[in-house]
Structures are given as structure tokens and as C-alpha cells.
């Protein structure tokens, strides 16, 4: 299959490799259908590319290689999924990470808006986490 970007032109994509998210991205509930796919060879950052919209695309990068102490709930998130067969490998998480032009030492991720994901069933929910001494500008420089 096939899919426009604004950001990387036309890409191929093998339709098993579509996520599909049933509640979006927060701000994006109408998108619900994104491929993950890696910035660089070696990189820590992917890009979250929406299938539905050409221009809406996310950094998110594994928030354990900047916060290795990184402590996430997600039996909620996965039973809210109907994962209840879901075993620690099928689940992946995921951090938006904001990274301002011209400035990577201003880089941030939000920590209290992951994504799981269920690479099994290639299904996502972006969680909430309330009451946490995280933040939703957490700062990546120098961290990793």
C-alpha cells in the first residue's frame, strides 16, 4: 500500500503494519490509523506517520533510553483494550518528543501521554497518566 506524506512523499507500506489507534492521538481523535517506522538507521527517534492525514506526523522515541527508571501503569490501558492475552513482549511504549528546529538541546518528551502499543494486534491507545511526578515537557538533552 501505498501512502502520501507531506514530510516523506509517497511511501510504501505493507498493510499489516498499520496501527490502528480506535480513540487517536489527544487533539487527533479522527485519525485513526498510523504506521511507526525509524528517523535514522542507529537513531533513537521514529516517526509516527498518520495513514489518514498526510501532514500528521509524531516524533516518539522508547522512554527508557532517556529515563531508564521510567515507571508506567499500562494493565489499565491494556484491559481498557480488550489485551487481556497480552504478554509483556507484544507491548511496546512510546513518548512524543518535541525536538525545536535549530535547537536539539531543548529537546523534550512528554511523559504523562505514552503510547502503547500492541505490535501483535498492531493496535494503540495514547494513555493519561495523572498523578505523576512526570512531565509533559521532560527534558531529553543529555540524557541519553
Known amino acids: 500500500m501505498k501512502i502520501i506524506t507531506t514530510r516523506f512523499g509517497t511511501i510504501s507500506v505493507n498493510k499489516n ?15 485513526k490509523r498510523f504506521v511507526l517506522f525509524r528517523h535514522k538507521e542507529n ?14 506526523a509524531f516524533v516518539v522515541t ?34 512524543v ?4 528546529k535549530g535547537e536539539p538541546d531543548k529537546m523534550t518528551a512528554n511523559l504523562i501521554g505514552p503510547i502503547l502499543i500492541n505490535i501483535k ?7 493519561v497518566i495523572s498523578n505523576s ?3 509533559h515537557k521532560f527534558p531529553l538533552a543529555g540524557r541519553k
Not at 121 to 127: E, L
Open 121 to 127: 494486534k498492531r493496535q494503540a491507545v495514547q494513555m
Open 17 to 31: 503494519k498499520i496501527i490502528h489507534m480506535p480513540s487517536g492521538m489527544f487533539g487527533f481523535s479522527e485519525k
Open 133 to 135: 511526578p512526570y512531565s
Open 97 to 100: 518528543a518535541n525536538i525545536p
Open 43 to 56: 537513531s533513537p527517534f521514529f516517526w509516527y506517520q498518520s495513514v489518514d492525514d498526510p501532514s500528521l
Open 62 to 95: 522508547n522512554p527508557f533510553l532517556f529515563v531508564p527508571d521510567y515507571n508506567v501503569e499500562v494493565d489499565d490501558a491494556a484491559k481498557a483494550m480488550s489485551w487481556n492475552d497480552a504478554v509483556d513482549s507484544d507491548l511496546e511504549l512510546y513518548v
